[in-house]
């Protein structure tokens, strides 16, 4: 189609024509701000401009790209690569600059001397340095891919340190690219202290504002389970390390692109400098972990996973149960009057009534009857073997937790026999009636949540009472109620119950008004748990 015919085809741009309409955005809609990306294209989509723009989006900001250079690649590496022409990259440059307000850019891969000339020179000349009041640029300082194919040429990285280094905002070199710009020997930078080291080097050889020296590839981490980046911020001549859990996977192809791209996006929303680095290392390390299988090489990361809306998110190093954390924070006071209750407070502090805790021990005894009888319902509605065992073991937990109660009466002079005597108050009933109720009515997972806040909320309240100073452990009579509740058993148990929860709901994936009845089913049994020592204290008040 002709540049003409386009134009015939397009509709007017006045109001209606026919049953068309131009769509306008809403009054004060947010305008995101654009950010560019100056770099490479990566075929198998997980590197260069193809991540940078992903990430941009995925940031809420508007991206825009100039390629210096074509590469033929995969996930297993890249085959060919052929740079653009500099006097084709500075038309691109302009062509951007002459429309469009750009808040920041990020540079990649800028494959030779003259191309790094050219950005240099045309930016220079365009844009001021942010701290003069102009553009945020954060420099990736690509040389080597991740399938380590050589993507700078020898003889340019001179005029990257000298001509476009002084104009970066940002720098955010990996190891051994540090110790390039430094002129040290692979294998110089071994410690995170020398990562701090380089990152002040860097900044103050090129009156660099901020530098982040990317730690992926340290072999001796502070701590093994963690990978450490540094961050200098010349101003301030300060160095924060950020650590992020190490993730064991392949999906690593692109992580600096997403990074350096990340903190571009974050710097063009206004964020300050150590806040938009340290939200673009989580942003890239939560999207290791959210990754898909594609290819068989160095995979890419799942840049899209912040824009996946879904009211239950996938779980992640950092928030590791999702669905458990949604039910609480729908509503937190409820959950907070319930695991810090008067009863528990008295009970960790020795003050308690020793007419109110018999009370309760013996409600308590019948309750666990029914809790036990609840678990093994669940156990019946599940069709795994492993859930069917995880279920049954609950229940079998509850009858040890019953024989604690007897014991701990039996001190107080209280038969046994008369444990099996007790008329079940109205809080138990309402309590465990309705935990039936929903099993009969309801399917395992509607089932597992109503029981839910005994289970969590015991073991959250047990350990948050442990912690309390005022509570008393020596001569405390009722230490070893809440010793049980503390213990590796019963907590181990709690994490195998939550682990289940939180994997049945994963796998449903429930919808807005299933998650709507699932809420009022953990909040009304909250509120049912709360009730349960209310009663007992209630009927037997403290003096």
Not at 197 to 218: E, F, M, N, S, T
């Amino acid at each position: 189609m002709s540049d003409d015919d386009s134009s015939k085809a397009r509709p007017a741009d006045t109001g209606q024509q026919g049953n068309e309409r131009t769509l306008q955005p809403e009054p004060g809609t947010a305008v995101p701000p654009a950010v560019l990306t100056i770099a490479g294209s990566d075929s198998g989509g997980g590197a260069g401009i193809q991540a940078d723009l992903k990430t941009f989006m995925a940031n809420g900001t508007y991206g825009l790209s100039v390629i210096t250079a074509i590469t033929a690649q995969n996930t297993r590496g890249v085959r060919r690569a052929v740079g653009v022409e500099p006097a084709l990259i500075r038309e691109q440059l302009e062509a951007v600059l002459d429309d469009i307000d750009v808040r920041a850019a990020k540079v990649g891969m800028v494959p030779d001397a003259r191309s790094i000339e050219t950005l240099a020179s045309v930016w220079g000349a365009r844009l001021k340095k942010e701290s003069d009041g102009g553009c945020h640029l954060v420099v990736d300082p690509v040389m080597v891919s991740t399938s380590g194919h050589h993507l700078l040429d020898p003889g340019a990285l001179e005029t990257l340190c000298t001509a476009l280094l002084p104009l970066a905002t940002v720098v955010t070199p990996n190891l051994r690219e540090a110790e390039a710009i430094l002129g040290l020997n692979a294998g110089d930078i071994g410690s995170v202290a020398q990562m701090e080291g380089a990152a002040q080097d860097i900044a103050d050889r090129y009156g660099i504002p901020v530098v982040v020296v990317k730690g992926g590839h340290l072999e001796q981490q502070e701590t093994a389970a963690a990978v450490t980046d540094v961050v200098y911020v010349q101003a301030e001549t300060r160095v924060t390390r950020i650590e992020s859990p190490r993730i064991d996977t392949q999906s690593t192809h692109g992580t600096g692109c997403t990074l350096s791209a990340a903190i571009a996006a974050n710097l063009a929303k206004g964020m300050p400098y150590l806040a938009a680095v340290r939200q673009g290392i989580r942003y890239v390390n939560e999207a290791m972990q959210a990754a898909y299988p594609v290819g068989g090489g160095h995979r890419p990361v799942n840049h899209a996973y912040a824009l996946q809306v879904a009211p239950v998110p996938r779980p992640t190093l950092h928030s590791p149960h999702p669905f458990t954390d949604y039910l609480r924070a729908q509503n937190n006071a409820l959950w907070t009057k319930y695991i810090r209750h008067p009863f528990v407070q008295q009970a960790g502090a020795g003050t308690l009534d020793r007419n109110v805790f018999i009370y309760y021990l013996k409600q308590d005894y019948v309750y666990l009857k029914h809790y036990a009888r609840s678990y093994a319902m669940a156990a019946f509605k599940s069709d795994t073997p492993e859930e069917i065992s995880v279920l049954s073991g609950i229940a079998q937990k509850c009858i040890g937790e019953s024989e604690l109660h007897v014991e701990l009466c039996a001190k107080w002079g209280i038969r046994g026999e008369e444990m099996g005597r007790i008329e079940e108050s109205w809080a138990s009933v309402a309590y465990t009636r309705y935990i039936l109720d929903r099993g009969a009515c309801g399917d395992v997972l509607e089932l597992l949540v109503a029981m839910y806040p005994c289970l969590l909320g015991y073991g959250e309240a047990s350990v948050s009472q442990a912690k309390d100073p005022l509570t008393v452990t020596q001569g405390n009579p009722y230490w070893p109620w809440l010793e049980f509740y503390v213990g590796e058993e019963f907590q181990t148990t709690v994490e195998r119950g939550q682990a289940m929860i939180e994997e049945l709901a994963q796998r449903e994936n429930p919808s807005a008004g299933r998650l709507e009845r699932l809420v009022k089913t953990f909040n009304d049994t909250v509120a049912l748990e709360i009730a349960f020592w209310d009663n007992a204290l209630q009927l037997h008040p403290t003096g």
